[in-house]
């Protein structure tokens, strides 16, 4: 492990976040935030849709404000760190407030805001190639500025992953007997949870589990609780609420929107764990149990290579690169292996080996805070 030198602490913080669409952008967002505060630092959360907040973080975070998205900046000005996540572009009023503080800063009398962008999770090359580079900035209202380029990643040179460091205790304490006896999830039945877009396999796995081995699946709301129950409405020779008949091998719990630290904690007690998008993979393999990604798709197929080099770097055995390759359709007619115990089991040793190897890396923030030092 490497260690840093670390900026003097409190520093201000904006944190730039727009909305595209679900809930990874804000995700992230929040728990870069939240581990900023829990770190001592000041932190303005800018975002022009919090909504997802109001269930994903209804405690809030001492030390982070969350603000809407500004036409001005403070009258304070930017502060010592501007991060724009996924590439969004700060308000013009912004930039030019980041560059006069810029050139104030050139005589010597105070110190020049850091601009990082923040980009999306990818386990491909470019990704070692991009990390820490300088973007100069020639035109526009921040002329004379430098946007430095941050990425997260699975290797020694990314970024690394968001792990706060309360993380290993809070798992620690966790008693995950006493969770599943709360969800009344009997003890031998296998417990999945289920987060993703619309899998193209997810009926044939719904089907594999509805005449398998005791079986509890626990939906998230949104996309994933539809398409459930679309495949609940396609049976039609059975009543919609069939498979949750007691004593059925499949039995369907629809969940409510819950905290990040509680979705965190139904990843740890689940026997096998469906996520997507990029925050709750990233969770998935904290959690340590089995997981398979739904990767955001992208338009162009360039999610495929995305999915390939991650399943590269996680070394997944054959059946778990089936399974992606099913659940992610990336094969026409591609064969969903059988998920039984013995599967899992070796799916699990693939997940806590790869959980190992990113454990011995400095997490996102910690090496975060080393960038600004260097570079403050
Ligand atoms: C279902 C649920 C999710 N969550 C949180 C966990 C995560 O922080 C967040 C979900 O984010 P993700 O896992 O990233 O999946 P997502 O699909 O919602 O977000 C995606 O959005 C796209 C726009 C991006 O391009 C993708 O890269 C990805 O980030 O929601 C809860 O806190 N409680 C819940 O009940």
Same mark, same amino acid.
């Given at each position: 492990?490497?260690?840093?030198?670390?900026?003097?602490?409190?520093?201000?913080?904006?944190? %730039?976040?727009?909305?595209?669409?679900? %809930?990874?952008?804000?995700?992230?967002?929040?728990?870069?935030?939240?581990?900023?505060?829990?770190?001592?630092?000041?932190?303005?959360?800018?975002?022009?849709?919090?909504?997802?907040?109001?269930?994903?973080?209804?405690?809030?975070?001492?030390?982070?404000?969350?603000?809407?998205?500004?036409?001005?900046?403070?009258?304070?000005?930017?502060?010592?760190?501007?991060?724009?996540?996924?590439?969004?572009?700060?308000?013009?009023a912004?930039?030019?407030?980041?560059?006069?503080?810029?050139?104030? $800063?050139?005589?010597?009398? #105070?110190?020049?805001?850091l601009?990082?962008?923040?980009?999306?999770?990818?386990?491909?090359?470019?990704?070692? =190639?991009?990390?820490?580079? $300088? #973007?100069?900035?020639?035109?526009?209202?921040?002329?004379?500025?430098?946007?430095? %380029?941050?990425?997260?990643? %699975?290797?020694?040179?990314?970024?690394?992953?968001?792990?706060?460091?309360?993380?290993?205790?809070?798992?620690?304490?966790?008693?995950?007997? $006493?969770?599943?006896?709360?969800?009344?999830?009997?003890?031998?039945?296998c417990?999945?949870?289920?987060?993703?877009?619309?899998?193209?396999?997810?009926?044939?796995?719904?089907?594999?589990?509805?005449?398998?081995?005791?079986?509890?699946?626990?939906?998230?709301p949104?996309?994933?609780?539809?398409?459930?129950?679309?495949?609940? $409405?396609?049976?039609?020779?059975?009543?919609?609420?069939?498979?949750? =008949?007691?004593?059925?091998?499949?039995?369907?719990?629809?969940?409510?929107?819950?905290?990040?630290?509680?979705?965190?904690?139904?990843?740890?007690?689940?026997?096998?764990?469906? !996520?997507?998008?990029?925050?709750?993979?990233?969770?998935?393999?904290?959690?340590?149990?089995?997981? !398979?990604?739904?990767?955001?798709?992208?338009?162009?197929?360039?999610?495929?290579?995305?999915?390939?080099?991650?399943?590269?770097?996680?070394?997944?055995?054959?059946?778990?690169?089936?399974?992606?390759?099913?659940?992610?359709?990336?094969?026409?007619?591609?064969?969903l292996?059988?998920?039984?115990?013995?599967?899992?089991?070796?799916?699990?040793?693939?997940?806590l080996?790869?959980?190992?190897?990113?454990?011995?890396?400095?997490?996102?923030?910690?090496?975060?805070?080393?960038?600004v030092?260097?570079?403050?």
């Amino acid at each position: 492990m490497t260690t840093s030198r670390l900026p003097p602490s409190p520093l201000t913080w904006d944190v %730039f976040c727009q909305v595209i669409d679900n %809930f990874g952008d804000i995700g992230v967002c929040w728990r870069l935030s939240a581990d900023l505060a829990a770190r001592g630092h000041a932190v303005r959360l800018w975002t022009d849709d919090a909504s997802a907040l109001a269930w994903m973080a209804p405690q809030g975070a001492a030390g982070v404000q969350v603000l809407p998205w500004p036409r001005q900046p403070p009258p304070s000005g930017p502060g010592d760190v501007v991060v724009e996540a996924f590439g969004c572009e700060i308000p013009p009023a912004f930039q030019a407030a980041i560059g006069a503080a810029t050139r104030a $800063a050139a005589n010597g009398a #105070s110190r020049a805001p850091l601009w990082i962008n923040l980009e999306y999770l990818s386990a491909e090359p470019y990704v070692e =190639r991009s990390h820490r580079l $300088a #973007s100069p900035i020639f035109s526009g209202p921040a002329a004379g500025c430098t946007r430095w %380029f941050y990425y997260p990643g %699975f290797t020694a040179g990314t970024g690394g992953l968001l792990r706060e460091p309360a993380l290993a205790q809070r798992q620690a304490g966790f008693d995950r007997a $006493a969770w599943r006896a709360r969800h009344a999830i009997a003890p031998g039945d296998c417990a999945i949870s289920l987060f993703c877009y619309e899998p193209p396999a997810l009926p044939a796995l719904l089907d594999q589990w509805h005449s398998g081995p005791a079986t509890r699946l626990l939906v998230t709301p949104g996309r994933a609780a539809a398409a459930v129950r679309a495949w609940q $409405a396609g049976h039609n020779d059975e009543t919609p609420q069939r498979p949750q =008949r007691p004593g059925h091998p499949l039995s369907i719990t629809y969940l409510e929107p819950c905290p990040q630290p509680a979705f965190d904690e139904m990843l740890w007690a689940c026997d096998l764990n469906c !996520v997507r998008g990029e925050d709750s993979l990233v969770r998935a393999l904290w959690a340590g149990q089995p997981f !398979v990604w739904h990767i955001y798709p992208q338009e162009d197929n360039a999610h495929h290579a995305k999915l390939q080099a991650f399943l590269d770097w996680l070394q997944a055995p054959a059946s778990l690169r089936a399974m992606h390759a099913a659940w992610n359709g990336l094969e026409p007619g591609a064969t969903l292996p059988l998920v039984d115990a013995s599967t899992l089991q070796t799916w699990r040793a693939c997940v806590l080996a790869a959980r190992q190897r990113l454990l011995a890396q400095e997490d996102l923030l910690t090496q975060l805070l080393g960038f600004v030092a260097e570079k403050s």
